[in-house]
């Protein structure tokens, strides 16, 4: 008996030792869940370097050139205190947004800086914003690409990563 008790005892402390093989991991966010209709302007700021929308108050959807622009304006003081940035140049407004003929095949926003020069991060808020105003404006599909144009060209259509 002591030797079947002491070869449980020592498979027991076997298995506990070896755990159920999960490794600890930082803490993994995503986007906050949509919780029903929202009314407001919806701008894509930055958290620790990732993409998070953010609704002004609004009585109505702002046209997706108004949206830029308040993107352009960077975070208010309450959204700086939470942390929130952004990569989008002060002198990126302003802007103008036009969609294509089908308006599944997207967006143009036109500025007056360098298009090309803009980080992959500002590009990307830019897109998200732009693509989200026309969304609720109902100039655009929310999938539909985006091409940003400015003093040196334009960068190639893409639609918002996050859609």
Known sequence: ??????????????????????????????????????????????????????????????????????????????????GLTSAVPAGFDPVTVTSEADRSAGLRVRTTIAARSLSSTAADQIICTTADAATQFGLAENSAPVTIVGSDGARPPRPCPLS
């Open 1 to 82: 008996m002591t030797r079947r008790a002491l070869l449980a005892g020592g498979l027991l402390l076997t298995l506990l030792a070896t755990g159920c093989g999960v490794r600890p991991s930082e803490v993994i966010t995503g986007r906050q869940a949509v919780s029903g209709p929202s009314q407001g302007t919806g701008l894509y700021l930055l958290a620790q370097g990732e993409l998070v929308l953010v609704l002004r108050p609004a009585t109505a959807d702002a046209a997706p050139a108004d949206a830029l622009a308040l993107l352009a304006a960077g975070p208010q003081e309450n959204e700086r205190a939470q």
